[in-house]
C-alpha cells in the first residue's frame, strides 16, 4: 500500500517537490508528481511555510532552467499554498529543539519532523532522512527507495 493513500495526514518534504520538474531523474519525477497530484485531491497531503521557501529558493536560483518570478508565483498559488498548513510558533521552535536533541537531526530537517508531529501526520514524505525510522508518531517514507 501506498503511504499516500493510508488514512490519516502525511508531510511531503521540499524534495518532492523539486524532483516534479527533474526531467534527469523521471522514474522521483513521476513519483513526486503522483505524490502531490494525491495531495492536492485528498486534501491530506501537508507542508509547512518553511517547504514553501525551499522550494521557491531552488526553483528560482537552482533548476537547470530557473523559474521565472510569475511562473513561481502561479505554481505557488496552485500548488503550495492549498497545501500549506503549519506556520511556526514560538512553541514551535522550542519543541523543534528537543527534537533535535532526541534524533541529532540537522536542525532545518527536525523543523520538517516537527511540522509533520503538529499537524497529526502518520508519515514525512522525503529521502532525506532515515527511512522507516518513527518519531513521535511521525514514519519517515523515502518513496523513491525502491527506485535505482
Same mark, same amino acid.
Do not use: W
Given at each position: ?16 517537490? +523539486? ?6 531523474? &523521471?522514474?522521483?519525477?513521476?513519483? !513526486? /508528481? ?5 495531495? *492536492? ?16 529558493? +531552488? ?6 532552467? &530557473?523559474?521565472?518570478?510569475?511562473? !513561481? /508565483? ?5 500548488? *503550495? ?68
Amino acid at each position: 500500500m501506498n503511504v499516500a493513500d493510508k488514512p490519516g495526514m502525511h508531510f511531503l518534504d521540499t524534495n518532492i517537490f +523539486v524532483y516534479t520538474f527533474d526531467g534527469t531523474a &523521471p522514474a522521483k519525477q513521476e513519483i !513526486a /508528481r503522483a505524490l502531490i497530484q494525491n495531495a *492536492l485531491r485528498t486534501q491530506r497531503g501537508v507542508i509547512s511555510s518553511q517547504i514553501v521557501q525551499e522550494f521557491l529558493n +531552488v526553483a528560482l536560483r537552482k533548476f537547470a532552467r &530557473p523559474m521565472t518570478t510569475s511562473d !513561481a /508565483r502561479q505554481y505557488m498559488s496552485a500548488v *503550495l499554498l492549498p497545501l500549506c498548513q503549519h506556520y511556526p510558533s514560538l512553541a514551535f521552535y522550542d519543541l523543534a529543539l528537543l527534537i533535535k536533541e532526541e534524533t541529532g537531526y540537522s536542525f532545518y530537517d527536525t523543523l520538517v519532523v516537527t511540522a509533520a508531529i503538529e499537524l497529526g501526520c502518520h508519515a514525512l514524505i522525503t529521502e532525506d532522512m532515515e527511512g522507516g525510522r518513527t518519531i513521535r508518531g511521525v514514519t519517515i517514507v523515502n518513496p523513491f527507495a525502491d527506485v535505482s
